[in-house]
């Protein structure tokens, strides 16, 4: 039997005061992630944080620490495009006014004044796309010539109001779109920039052209969005009792080291609040070993899954997990991962 599993990535520093480093929040789960799937044949995508890497070029040459971590980063990218791995863009505007801490070589990213694309003119969205974009092919290049990005995720979920993407999206040739999580809604300070996607349709994808959440046949883009997984009963008691007896011990432990940027999504349909059950995302970091049984079950009644993680807030109990969950998987079915095969193109 056909299932469709969607293994997305965010590639990214912590986005608050202190960013954590590179090889905590990035390379060494990121390593282990790639090992893990390639054990099981399964393509990933890696949302980078392109606009990082634009910045941390700059201080090579002057820093070390800088030149090291952007050597590191440069080789793993080129590990996921061999391994045939999927490598797509991922913009957190704000790194334009993030400030980098040459002793303890992470950044500071407190100014959130421009956290969403919407934040900023269109010359400086015209600069964040076309430098990210170019720094990614030429990163790229050595391994696969050939290879196209065209895919992306919107920092913090951020796609609307997407008529200030599309534009980027036809220059650059991008058609796959990973940004909407149903059901969730947020909004920055003084609702600076916000997302609503408490109306997104309920399909595994759909083609779009002008809003991210109204289907369109005829659309030229293909959303994938994210679905919430609703915990409950003794299982979200167990999860809670979980993370509080084993969080002090190393095993258990994220590899990130910095500090997030303290935006909060709501899910306006998760229906009444309970102490009894809890709505979150699909997501490495959230798995536990009684969670197996959501993933299990959305493979089961909607034959597809899309989950969301961030290296950094991977422990090696959380990769543990996703081993034991991908054995289940590809035992069980036979498993489609590339999203250009999911969509039929």
Not at 2 to 8: D, G, N
Not at 144 to 150: A, C, G, Q, S, T
Not at 217 to 225: A, H, K, L, R
Request: glycine residues 6%; positive net charge.
């Amino acid at each position: 039997m056909k299932k469709t599993l969607l293994l997305t990535f965010d590639y990214e520093l912590y986005l608050g005061a202190n960013s954590g480093s590179a090889q905590n929040c990035s390379i060494l789960p990121t390593n282990k992630i790639l090992d893990i799937l390639g054990k099981y044949k399964c393509t990933g995508v890696f949302f980078i944080d392109s606009l990082y890497l634009v910045r941390l070029k700059e201080e090579v040459g002057r820093q070390p620490a800088a030149q090291k971590d952007f050597d590191s980063v440069l080789a793993q990218i080129q590990r996921m495009v061999r391994d045939g791995h999927l490598v797509y863009n991922h913009l957190h505007p704000h790194w334009l006014d993030a400030k980098y801490d040459a002793i303890s070589n992470t950044w500071n990213l407190a100014d959130k004044s421009k956290f969403a694309l919407s934040n900023l003119n269109p010359a400086e969205q015209d600069y964040v796309f076309d430098s990210s974009m170019q720094l990614l092919y030429n990163i790229i290049k050595p391994v696969n010539p050939d290879y196209k990005i065209n895919g992306y995720r919107a920092g913090g979920f951020f796609i609307q109001p997407f008529e200030i993407f599309k534009r980027q999206f036809i220059k650059y040739g991008i058609k796959y779109e990973f940004s909407v999580q149903a059901g969730a809604k947020c909004s920055g300070p003084n609702n600076s920039y916000s997302f609503d996607y408490t109306s997104t349709p309920d399909k595994s994808f759909y083609n779009f052209e002008d809003k991210v959440i109204l289907e369109n046949p005829n659309g030229q883009f293909v959303q994938f969005p994210l679905r919430e997984c609703r915990v409950e009963g003794w299982r979200k008691i167990y999860s809670g009792l979980h993370y509080r007896l084993t969080s002090r011990y190393k095993y258990y432990q994220r590899y990130g080291d910095g500090l997030p940027s303290g935006n909060q999504i709501t899910f306006e349909k998760a229906g009444i609040k309970s102490r009894f059950s809890h709505t979150e995302g699909f997501s490495i970091e959230s798995m536990n070993s009684v969670k197996i049984d959501y993933y299990m079950q959305e493979l089961e009644n909607h034959n597809h899954l899309h989950i969301i993680s961030h290296p950094k807030l991977i422990s090696d109990y959380t990769l543990d997990v996703l081993d034991k969950f991908l054995a289940r998987v590809t035992n069980k079915f036979e498993i489609i991962t590339h999203p250009a095969l999911i969509a039929g193109q």
